[in-house]
């Protein structure tokens, strides 16, 4: 429920950011969503109270996020957006599971306190990883990509035609909403009456487009079949890529690095 | 409605994403066999649609908050089941990419929510079934409704059966059905009389629209008994994978329904349910020497509290906890160091 | 090639909601002339011009086409002859970036993919847009998608260009600009437009349409001299032939 024109912002940026050079944005999509994929099932693959081990974790979006050049603050943000969500989801944790899992010194900590702190964890990763992830590729690219790793052209293509149209329709909707509104005379909302109508006049308009679209491509010598250009870019660096992270989340899925450095470091002190 | 990856366990999301996959390839070749050329660019602009429409909040009368339009059942409506459900589908990659509303890995989960059940139960066996071959202003709306609340409330009890498998989330099965369910019949109810308002606008507008989208029939001569029954073999297959993988995981299904039997709220109905899935994790008991990569520590410690024990060897449990938070304030140090690094790197170069 | 290169015999289109667009229009237009077809909101352009092509099928009448008439054989060499660019080039540029819309219409003649990369970039420096190959269609101005649109078809090396209102929607430079850039073509060129400025800078043949009839045709500034068909067509002289309103010079000695 965000406003259209802030969603159009953000989408533009986004895409922008996409069109950026850097070694990351110059890897070939599959790759970059292959690996994406892995580290979102490593990292929600621990169970309800993993926190300390997830913390390793930070290093691919960090790494990535270095190497790409994209602006910080701005994915941190994007990041922080979905953070009150993820708290949301994991409110009721501490209510129904109280049992104390954590004691540090004088305090204990419920399962349920640790298991909140765990879900905004993960929600930070992951979603920090998705939105790196389009940040750098693109969403042409990722169309492409998943064709090539076996998704059918029907879909990919209707998704191009999506992406392509939002710019479009978001527009043609922000100024009949906008209409309304100054006509609204300072009542705020949309009641029910107005909104069958408009939202219906917005379909129809569409309808329209959908077959001068069609129109165009038709005239244009279109039979039913889409000819796309095959570029095949994966090489040694993508292999290194996939390979070479997929190795570390494996390791640091399977060896505690931080209990491991932790009790290093507190040994050597004492 | 939308699923976060935080809560999913890979386990539910990987059979997810397998189920989805899977209907997306065959709904895929339906389209394609379809042969009207028209319907790709018409998918893909209504999915812009649906999303442009999405953001457009209207007020619910008497209670000043606002909603928006689902449009799961619209599209199955205007472009029949198989090409709905690819559109409902790119909608939600959208979403998921660009704005992290739901997670990559629950695309899975929330493409078959969102999608499976407006396109292929809703309106098929509800929707169509209604409207009949003389539709009138009434029917539409009263089959609008029920439909849209009919996959809705699906939608809400699948939500809550993946993330009670899933085992992230401390809520128990039954008061997670508690809060889903009536949640979503107040919502369904709401979307389904927009869906009619507009349904009801493109009727008077534009007829032709509507009477071209029915007169293809893509469902015509499919019967309701090999829907209902590729369905059953569906809830099969997923409940049978999660179903054994709650098994394998003391944090899932089991445990929380244990729990909720531990204060007696267990009604006959869902004991119905655990029996049911208990005789198909027998069955899929050959997948049981399958098990997840696990390491030592952590998750005895997981094992231990979800038994439902009291709490031991608390010394040794501080122990592991001060090095583990020891450990993460290094690597985090040490994280947030490489990248700023790597970054003076890049940027110099650049 | 014959030299009547776009010939129409009464054509007569009756939409399937029973709408008379067309009743019965008959016009020859010649190789290599410029042709303004103009007439008030509903006079039939559009559906007329949707006839070019073979988009749509004359319910009673014939188009004929370099001498060939349109026929499901003929249609894809007809639609490869006939270039058209649509009023809202959003309508138009529907793939992911201007390179792979451009190389739409190549890659579905069935071209091999050299000579595909060759005519997109020709087409696109003809247009003055190569600088844009890479972008994606929603990140152009107004112009700049207005010249890709016809790059679009460029591609496809029409022998005819058929145009619907080209210069709606431009800003005085793009449109100056886009004038310039038409008038440099060589095809036959076939515009349908309420821009009659541009009409008379373009077009030595103009063709008013009236209520899916031809109502006059012939030279364009005899048509614009006559005031009293403009006002019965629901038209008016362009204001380069009006006098002017502030400092009072004609411009009638055109």
């Known amino acids: ?270 | 409605m939308h699923m976060a990856d935080a809560l999913l366990s890979p386990a539910v999301g990987i059979t997810m994403w397998g189920v989805t996959a899977g209907t997306i390839a065959y709904c895929s070749t339906k389209v394609k066999k379809d042969l009207d050329d028209r319907k790709i660019p018409l998918m893909g602009v209504l999915g812009a649609f649906i999303f442009t429409a999405q953001m457009i909040n209207f007020t619910i009368p008497a209670t000043g908050s606002s909603g928006h339009i689902g449009g799961g059942l619209l599209l199955a409506i205007l472009l029949g089941p198989y090409a709905a459900f690819l559109t409902i589908a790119s909608v939600l990659v959208i979403q998921a990419l660009f704005f992290a509303d739901g997670g990559i890995l629950a695309l899975g989960c929330n493409i078959f929510n969102l999608g499976i059940f407006p396109a292929f139960i809703a309106y098929p066996l509800i929707y169509k079934k209604i409207i009949g071959s003389q539709p009138s202003p009434t029917r539409l709306s009263i089959a609008s409704i029920i439909g849209v609340v009919v996959a809705l409330q699906l939608g809400a009890f699948s939500v809550v059966l993946e993330t009670v498998a899933s085992g992230i989330s401390a809520l128990p099965f039954t008061t997670f059905v508690v809060l889903m369910q009536p949640i979503h019949l107040a919502i369904g109810i709401v979307e389904g009389l927009v869906t009619t308002t507009v349904i009801s606008f493109v009727y008077t507008a534009r007829p032709e629209i509507l009477q071209s989208a029915m007169g293809a029939r893509p469902l015509g001569n499919i019967s309701v008994r090999n829907i209902v029954l590729s369905f059953l073999a569906l809830t099969f297959l997923t409940g049978g994978v999660l179903s054994w993988y709650a098994s394998k995981n003391p944090d899932g299904l089991e445990w929380s329904i244990a729990k909720v039997t531990g204060t007696g709220e267990l009604t006959g109905t869902e004991q119905s349910l655990h029996h049911v899935l208990a005789a198909i994790q027998e069955k899929t008991a050959f997948l049981a020497h399958y098990s997840f990569p696990s390491k030592q520590g952590g998750e005895a410690t997981t094992e231990v509290a979800t038994a439902g024990k009291e709490v031991q060897d608390d010394s040794g449990r501080l122990g592991t906890s001060v090095s583990g938070s020891v450990g993460s304030l290094l690597t985090l140090t040490m994280a947030i160091l490489i990248g700023f690094f790597l970054r003076r790197e890049t940027a110099g170069k650049g | 090639m014959s030299h009547h290169i776009v010939e129409v015999k009464n054509l007569k289109h009756v939409y399937a909601d029973g709408t008379i667009a067309l009743k019965d229009l008959s016009f020859t237009i010649h190789h290599g002339e410029s042709v303004a077809i103009i007439g008030a909101n509903g006079a039939g352009k559009s559906t007329l011009l949707l006839h070019l092509n073979g988009y749509l099928a004359p319910t009673v009448g014939e188009v004929r086409i370099g001498g060939f008439p349109l026929t499901p054989e003929t249609l894809p060499e007809i639609r490869r002859t006939v270039g058209m660019v649509f009023q809202d080039p959003d309508d138009q540029l529907f793939m992911p970036t201007v390179y792979e819309d451009v190389a739409f219409g190549p890659c579905n003649l069935g071209l091999p993919e050299e000579e595909v990369r060759q005519r997109v970039g020709e087409a696109l420096e003809k247009v003055g847009a190569g600088h844009l190959a890479q972008k994606p269609p929603y990140h152009l101005s107004g112009g700049e998608k207005k010249r890709v649109a016809i790059a679009t078809v460029l591609s496809m090396s029409p022998d005819i260009l058929v145009m619907d209102e080209p210069t709606n929607g431009l800003d005085p430079f793009s449109r100056r600009q886009l004038i310039g850039l038409l008038k440099d073509f060589h095809h036959t060129r076939i515009f349908t437009s309420h821009d009659l400025d541009m009409v008379i800078e373009l077009c030595e043949r103009t063709i008013v349409l009236h209520q899916g009839e031809v109502k006059a045709d012939g030279p364009t500034v005899a048509i614009f001299n006559n005031a009293q068909l403009l006002a019965e067509c629901r038209l008016e002289k362009p204001l380069s032939m009006q006098g002017c309103p502030i400092c009072g010079a004609s411009r009638n000695r055109l």
């Not at chain 1, 939002?166 to 906008?178: D, H, Q």
């Open chain 1, 1 to 270: 429920m965000r406003s259209i024109d802030g969603a159009v912002l953000d989408l533009k940026r986004l895409d922008l950011l996409a069109t950026g050079d850097s070694i990351i944005h110059r890897l070939d999509a599959r790759a970059k969503v292959v690996t994406t994929l892995f580290f979102i099932i490593v990292v929600v693959s621990y169970k309800r109270y993993a926190l300390a081990e997830l913390t390793p974790f930070l290093f691919f979006p960090v790494i990535t996020l270095a190497l790409s050049n994209l602006p910080i603050s701005y994915i941190l943000k994007k990041i922080a957006a979905i953070l009150p969500l993820a708290i949301f989801v994991g409110l009721f944790n501490p209510l129904f599971d109280r049992e104390t899992q954590v004691l540090l010194g004088p305090i204990s900590i419920s399962g349920g306190w640790i298991s909140l702190v765990s879900i905004m964890g993960r929600s930070a990763l992951t979603v920090g990883s998705a939105i790196i992830l389009i940040a750098t590729t693109g969403f042409i690219s990722i169309c492409h990509a998943l064709n090539r790793l076996g998704i059918p052209r029907v879909f990919t293509v209707q998704l191009l035609f999506l992406y392509r149209y939002i710019f479009v329709l978001t527009e043609e909707a922000a100024c009949t909403t906008r209409a309304r509104e100054l006509r609204s005379c300072g009542k705020k909302g949309l009641g029910f009456s107005s909104f069958g109508p408009l939202i219906g006049h917005l379909l129809i308009r569409t309808w329209a487009r959908a077959e001068r679209i069609h129109m165009a491509m038709v005239v244009r010598g279109f039979s039913g079949e889409f000819h796309s250009r095959q570029i095949n870019r994966f090489g040694g660096k993508e292999y290194l890529y996939v390979i070479g992270w997929s190795l570390v989340f494996i390791i640091l899925r399977t060896e505690d690095i931080t209990a491991i450095l932790g009790a290093a470091f507190t040994g050597f002190f004492s």
